[in-house]
């Protein structure tokens, strides 16, 4: 068996597909939060006990708006290699809330990932949380695949 080359088209659009993937779940569960009012995400935060009182409202309002930036640029295909990152980093983020949570034997019922949208379990959430990164991972890995927007901003400079 030999090693996949570097311009796999195969591995190319595999990565494209997950960026994809991974940037539309974000954008939704950032949509679903912003409709509604920050004060009742951040009552779903005060829920995981990890956050001072005072730093909660201004999470349930950045937080939304950061996921739909995150998946937004992945869809597009902007900035891959750095909102790859972005996005594995929220998910390292949600995963350790939830195992911490978990952990200290507090009873969550929902995650509040898709606001009132969707209500998933915590451990279903995991899982979710730990594909997404594993996807995020490999985006990242082959940012350059099907990058369009970068594509297009790269022909505009020559």
């Known amino acids: 068996m030999t090693a996949p ?16 993937i991974v940037g539309l779940i974000l954008l939704a569960s950032g949509v679903h ?21 005072s730093y909660l409202l201004p999470t349930a309002k950045i937080m939304p708006a950061l996921e739909v930036l995150i998946g937004t640029a992945l869809v597009l ?6 909102s790859a990152t972005a996005a594995m980093t929220f998910f390292g ?27 998933l379990k915590p451990e279903w959430t995991m899982a979710l949380d730990t594909v997404l990164l594993g996807l ?7 940012s350059g695949a099907h990058a369009w927007l970068d594509a297009w901003i790269e022909r505009g400079k020559s």
């Open 5 to 20: 080359s570097a311009s796999d088209p195969r591995r190319d659009a595999a990565a494209a597909a997950a960026r994809t």
């Open 33 to 53: 939060k912003s409709f509604a009012a920050p004060e009742e995400f951040a009552a779903v935060i005060e829920k995981y006990y990890l956050l001072p009182t």
């Open 77 to 82: 295909g902007w900035r891959v290699r750095l």
């Open 93 to 119: 983020i949600f995963l350790t809330a939830l195992a911490s949570t978990k952990a200290r034997g507090i009873p969550l019922e929902d995650c509040g990932c898709f606001g009132k949208g969707i209500h």
């Open 136 to 142: 995020s991972y490999f985006s990242r890995s082959r």
